[in-house]
């Protein structure tokens, strides 16, 4: 039987914290997925993510993006492999690459890296500690595989490996829909 677990507290924070600074302004949350190349783990977070709010009223569901740090596939759609898995889960993936910007922490409420690489470099690129405190782990989130310490990168993977990254983001974004929706 698979251990049931609470996202940690940085996680829980850094919600908390977005949740409190839209609803000051009146709006929606926004959340930027964050990956190394923006084709693969992170426009599937959204896509999980915008797949799994859309039961919401539009004044409630969450602003969504995604970018990353590798600028090479600016431009590109997600990776043809992880569009194909998602479809089979009727996720229809139209984002284009973008990287990151130390601006996206000006407007995104909540940013969630994929891995411990990621987030050592969201750190890094955050301009202020306050900046910093919207930063936590996608892993975090996923509940049902607390062992997962990462949303592992299929890129040289086989479709196990997709498979694999979208039932961690399922999991994940099912939380996250969960938290931000109390």
Known sequence: MTKVVKPGVNAVNAVDNALRKARSEGRPVRILFVCLGNICRSPAAEGM???????????????????????????????????????????????????????????????LGMDDHNISDLHDLAPTQEAESRIARMSDFAVNYPYADCVPDPYYDGLDGFENVLNLLEDATSTLKSMICK
């Open 49 to 111: 993510m915008e797949h799994i709010c859309r039961d919401l009223p539009s004044g409630q569901r969450p602003e969504l993006d995604s970018a990353g740090f590798y600028g090479g596939h600016a431009g590109d759609l997600p990776d043809r492999r992880m569009r194909m898995v998602a479809s089979h889960r009727g996720l229809v993936l139209t984002h284009r690459s973008r990287t990151i910007h130390e601006s996206d922490f000006d407007y995104y409420d909540l940013i």
